[in-house]
């Protein structure tokens, strides 16, 4: 009977340093858990606010108002009676590293990108080995900007917001409207102005933020 007590009583450090490390596994996936909800509620946001109105389908008239370096763009990307494009999702798969010399990591995302208002979604795995991965998430929506960096999908080791963030995350939306061309003519938010027969610079003012 003692040897049992005592077996017992020398394995409770064993018992609770299990419990103890199963309790934060589950804290862990739980945070991740709660984190990837809160990416697909932003998905799905964004996806509700785009409007459903009724809209013309491209024409060469459409464009005619536009910067000649536009409007030659246009008419050769699109076709006469193209559909507009309310909003795209991309998938993307590449291979990454920070700076010359540092090792590579794979990189599979998604991203789901507004072709009427400024808005967008980009949901990424960063995955080094099989034992170590982060996610990342990017987004523009109702003139903000957010990301963050997140250790296994539940340990936040960066968060953006602020200014910078919104006016950064916009630029990056003007910068991924070529994927959806018809998400170049203007609108309440995106403009154009001529530079020359070759050149045009897009300026999108959304709110107090400005990119161009």
């Known amino acids: 009977m003692d040897s049992v007590l ?20 589950a804290l862990w996936a739980m945070s991740a858990l709660v984190s990837r909800i809160f990416v697909r509620r932003a998905i799905s946001k964004l996806i509700h ?20 370096a536009v409007r030659r763009y246009l008419q050769y990307a699109l076709k006469e009676g193209q559909p507009n494009i309310r909003y795209a999702v991309l998938k993307q798969e590449a291979k990454f590293r920070h700076r010359p010399g540092s090792p590579w990591f794979d990189v599979k995302a998604s991203e789901v990108i507004s072709g009427m208002e400024a808005g967008f979604v980009w949901d990424a795995t960063l995955r080094h080995n099989a034992f170590f991965w982060r996610t990342a998430k990017l987004s523009y929506f109702l003139g903000e900007g957010h990301g963050h960096i997140k250790l296994f999908g539940a340990l936040t080791l960066q968060e953006l917001e602020g200014p910078e963030t ?47």
Do not use: C, Y
């Open 49 to 68: 606010s785009i409007g459903k109105e009724q809209l013309p389908h491209f024409s060469a008239s459409l464009a005619n108002s536009l910067p000649s």
């Open 166 to 212: 919104d006016a950064s995350m916009l630029f990056r939306f003007l910068s991924e409207l070529v994927w959806l061309p018809t998400g170049l003519l203007p609108t309440k938010t995106l403009r154009w102005r001529e530079i020359d027969e070759n050149s045009a610079e897009a300026v999108i003012v959304d709110g107090e933020t400005r990119v161009s």
């Open 6 to 25: 005592q077996f017992i009583l020398n394995s409770r450090p064993i018992m609770i340093g299990g419990m103890v490390v199963l309790t934060i596994m």
